[in-house]
């Protein structure tokens, strides 16, 4: 139809682009109008460009565009199209005009109203949708400042399903509230709740004193147990405070888009594909009919892991979302929220066709109001970024500074990778710029990859996996010099993506018998621990974790993807392995700051193997941790009495002048005997 070969865009206060396709009128206009319904004015031609479909125009108008006001494009023969807002979205001051602080966006309640109020400055018109008590109600909102559209309505209707109606660049759109807290299933309205019926209550948990002092174990809700909810997972964490770790990493619990809530058991996903990010995935709800239940549900298994004194730290995804052209960013406010190249294609870093653009003050504000309420209405510990790299620094050490106020020892870590997107590179939240974000830690991709071999190569080996030529890299490594302080790497050779640790090493140490194999996973597990830094471990990997062999198992089935209760009781050695090393570590306090490394710890290569020094260490005690990644026995001499808190096999126990390290092994041994 005509009025799609003809479009116009305001890039900027005065510039629009016209675009006419070469089917109406062979895409030729000597002429150009803006009409705001009332007066028509002329635009000036500044420059005009063929391709072979299409001629784009780029025209001026010299007047004043009030933003949210409807206007159209007139070309020849008097044809009229609606005038899109465009980049203009993209200027400082669009920024500095409606960029909003208030704290009020979303449903609030009162003694004796609920109040709407959505930020949707490009909007001609919005409005809410609204169904309570049995009846329906459509209300226009009032635009106030900043491009807030309001609405107040008595009585307080907690329970009321809504959405909004918002009527932008010619067109009228159904959304969900983006602060709404809670949605019907499948994203389908949004739902007034009251905030006080399902806060967390705030339990006494000792600090942690610095990141290091951190073990975290990452999982998805949907694998931890047979029901895959948040209900049934509360029920299962004796395992994980046995185990020893300080901090649980739930993988995605926003809202996302892949899993049908009502029939979850049709499809499987990860969650890294957001929809709504201040409300819960209704797959993980003991009751997904009740769109309340779910935030109940998150709420108690919080608070059970607090009771454990396990924390809860969140995986984030912000660097794009589900399914762009019906978000309810781009249907609410167009363009605004993604990032843009100089073509003006969105860019697509993430590798799922969309960039968010964090670089925006309102795009900056709502990934800070998010984390803010998590920390606040459920004391979430920590948060991980997914693709750390698509977001700029400003937001990721905003979002830590605006956190510390709410938990002094709160969490901030991430992919650190460098994205290809439309981001200066000194701006990115990368690695590479560490030392901009002293307080963010990151996934240190040169651990896994020494220590086990190339994640993307299974094939590949590491110095645990066989390589011998890695010791003097992995030294550097145990002592974390990899960022700018130990306290920002996340030490890890296993995550949600890629290989797991043991189907990698079926591979690449396929000809090695199984006890062997375990050995390596076991000394894998034990560099992770050890090493200065922050130890990360994937669930499962503590016990032979499989999946088939398979790389990435986002969408794959449960039988993948579900935690094996007989792979615990199959592999009890590992596991015991893990705690005891996860034990030594928090007992002896062996993770040192930045100025302790210098003074009290070395490591060095010694015969293929690794002698790893802690002095100073609690209870008085010096530690020498010896990694033996070679085929023979590794003979430690030493003189005197040592303890030997650990190689794995032993009960800890005196040994003088000399230990013996089996191959693929590790040993600890302490300088305090009577500890």
Known sequence: MAENLVRAYLDDYHDIEVVIDKQFCQGKSDVFYLSDGQEVFPLELKEKEEYDDRFVYKVRFDGEIT??????????????????????????????EFS???????????????????????????????????????????????????????????????????????????????????????????????PDSYKVEKLHIPELWRYSDAVIYETSVRDYSKEGTFAAMKDRLGYLKDLGITSLQLMPVNDFGSVDEKHPELFYNWGYDPVQYFTLEGSYSSDVSDPVRVLHDFRDLVTQAHLQCIRVNLDVVFNHVYYVNTSIFNQTVPYYFFRYDKEGNMCDGTFCGNDIDSKRHMVRKYFIDVLKYFATQFDIDGFRFDLMGIIDIETINQAYRTLKEIKSDIMLYGEGWKMNTALEEEEMACSDNCEKMPQIAFFNGTFRDTVKGSTFDPMCKGLATGRKNLT???????????????????????????????????????????????????????????????????????????????????????????????????????????????????????????????????????????????????????????????ESTFDYRFEGYQKLLFDGKRQPGIVRDIVCVPSCSIAVLGSNTDD
């Open 67 to 96: 933003v949210g006001n409807e206007y159209q494009v007139m070309v020849t023969n008097a044809f009229r199209c609606v005038l899109q807002y465009r980049f203009i979205v993209k200027t400082a001051r669009f920024d500095e």
């Open 100 to 194: 909003y602080d208030g704290d009020d966006l979303g449903s609030t309640l009162t003694d004796k109203y609920t109040k709407f109020a959505l930020w949707a400055p490009t909007a001609a018109r919005v409005k809410t949708e609204i169904e309570y008590g049995g009846k329906q109600k459509t209300a226009d909102m009032r635009r106030t400042e900043k491009g807030v559209y309001r609405l107040t309505l008595a009585p307080v209707c907690i329970g009321a399903v809504y959405r909004y109606l918002v009527r932008v660049n010619g067109a009228w759109h159904q959304v969900n509230d983006p602060y709404g807290k809670a949605s019907l299933a499948n994203s389908n309205h949004s739902i007034v709740v009251d």
């Open 472 to 630: 003097e890299e992995a030294c550097d490594l145990m002592l974390g010099n990899t960022f700018d302080k130990a306290e920002q790497s996340i030490n890890y050779a296993e995550c949600h993506d890629n290989m797991t640790v043991y189907d990698k090493l079926k591979v690449c140490c396929r000809n090695e018998a199984p006890q062997k194999i375990n050995d390596r996973v076991k000394m894998i597990l034990g560099m992770v621990i050890m090493a200065q830094g922050i130890p990360f471990i994937h669930s499962g990997q503590e016990y032979c974790r499989s999946k088939n062999g398979l790389d990435n198992t986002y969408n794959q089935p449960d039988e993948i993807n579900k935690l094996s209760d007989d792979d615990k009781l199959k592999h009890r050695d590992v596991i015991a392995y893990a705690k005891a090393l996860i034990n030594i570590r928090r007992k002896y306090r062996i993770n040192k700051n930045r100025e302790q490394l210098k003074e009290d710890v070395t490591a060095e290569a010694v015969r293929g193997g690794i002698v790893y020094r802690i002095a100073n260490c609690s209870g008085n005690t010096d530690l020498t941790v010896i990694i033996n990644p070679t």
